[in-house]
């Protein structure tokens, strides 16, 4: 990208930090995200909205949003800056709330024949022995709108899914129990469209966890992943449509499970849930997709940037 373009940006803010659980994330992510701009001679600026006031926004021209979870990823920072008529990066209003609502997107994507593992919502009042019996064990159990692994537990012997169930509840009214798909776990960045080569996930721990995504040093990450050429390649096609299938624009991430191989060798496919504003650590999976593909983070950032849209 040529210096004529990156003048072109304008005043750019960097929205990072936030109220969220995933705020220490954000913040990690966001001020890489800065660092890079800078180093690209974009005229870019911290913004944490728990700290500034919204209406200070409008001396900019364009927003790149590092923000993770509620306030950030849910549609909600997208409305305002909607509103305020300044491009910013990644999906619009629907399709961000669409992507942060593990439920719904589900309900969505199961009625448009995208295959999701087998779920049932649960409430204090659920009959959790049934629960247990028809998805079988193990399972897990999640917040239906938080990020980062946050809140989710394995459940793995019978009578544990109740305090699963109490452990989710904390975070969010809706909790979703799933059932385990355990032939391994991929993912699929986006970027202008294009899916970039698919990583696989092979955590240390009992499950891809927070820990597993932002503290230790043992999780495997795998790219290329072990997957056929034509096997990756239908799935980065359907990662994409289904991306689409929510409304995602610009760039995102689409998580899917592999069930365990079967007698006539095939794996299913199951997808799993969407990031509308995925992490940009030292440990995230778009810049390692985009390493892969031959893109530095540095030219990642501005091309995320570059796609900032409003509508």
């Known amino acids: 990208m040529n210096e004529l373009n990156i003048k072109d940006f304008g005043r750019v803010a960097v929205l990072f930090g936030g109220r969220s659980a995933e705020r220490e994330v954000s913040l990690n992510s966001g001020s890489r995200v800065l660092e890079a701009l800078l180093r690209r001679g974009v005229d870019a600026h911290a913004f944490d909205p728990?700290?500034?006031?919204?209406?200070?926004?409008a001396s900019f021209d364009r927003a790149f949003i590092a923000l993770h979870g509620r306030y950030g990823e849910d549609g909600t920072i997208q409305g305002a800056l909607e509103l305020m008529g300044i491009p910013y990066t990644g999906s619009g209003v629907m399709a961000s709330a669409l992507g942060m609502d593990k439920w719904r997107s589900k309900m969505l994507w199961n009625a448009a024949g995208v295959p999701v593992p087998e779920y049932l919502m649960l409430t204090a009042d659920s009959d959790f022995a049934a629960v247990e019996a028809k998805l079988g064990l193990p399972l897990f159990v999640k917040p239906a709108c938080e990020g980062s692994s946050i809140g989710i537990s394995k459940v793995k012997r019978p009578g544990e899914l109740p305090a699963a169930y109490v452990n989710a509840a904390k975070h969010d009214a809706l909790v979703i129990a799933e059932r385990a798909i355990l032939g391994g776990e991929y993912t699929v960045a986006i970027l202008g469209g294009q899916a970039l080569p698919i990583v696989k996930i092979e955590p240390g721990t009992e499950f891809y966890d927070y820990d597993a995504k932002y503290l230790r040093d043992d999780t495997v990450y795998r790219c290329p992943c072990d997957l056929s050429e034509?096997?990756?390649s239908e799935l980065r096609q359907q990662a994409v449509d289904a991306f689409h299938l929510l409304g995602g624009r610009g760039w995102g991430r689409v998580d899917f499970l592999m069930d365990q191989?079967?007698?006539?060798?095939?794996?299913?496919?199951?997808?799993l849930e969407v990031n509308t504003s995925p992490g940009m650590t030292d440990h995230s999976l778009v810049p390692m997709a985009a390493r892969a593909a031959g893109i530095p983070y540095d030219d990642l950032v501005v091309r995320v940037l570059a796609l900032a849209a409003l509508g």
């Open 230 to 232: 034509s096997r990756e």
């Open 261 to 271: 191989l079967e007698n006539d060798g095939t794996r299913q496919a199951y997808f």
């Open 50 to 57: 728990a700290a500034r006031k919204l209406d200070e926004l």
